[in-house]
């Protein structure tokens, strides 16, 4: 894991600190989440209460639609896990 998203495997923003994240579409394993803090976006592996193979993807548009579910989560939360 990259240095600079180490934070993630926490569930943590590496960007602002925060520990509150928009949970995105998904496909197989992993998900797009977005910081609730700062909107840095994120594509996230979830496993068993910890992040693996974090990587950082691009904002494209708004967090808006079918993909997307209400309300922020922790990415530890159960509800964030495939």
Known sequence: MNDELAPLARGQCPDCGG????LGPRGGASR???CAGCASRFNVTPWYGRVIF???IPRFGEREGPH???G???LTDRRAMP
């Not at 520990?19 to 928009?22: N, R, S, V």
């Open 19 to 22: 520990i509150w994240f928009h």
């Open 68 to 70: 997307w579910e209400e």
């Open 32 to 34: 797009n989440v977005e």
């Open 54 to 56: 974090p990587q950082r």
């Open 72 to 74: 922020p989560a922790k």
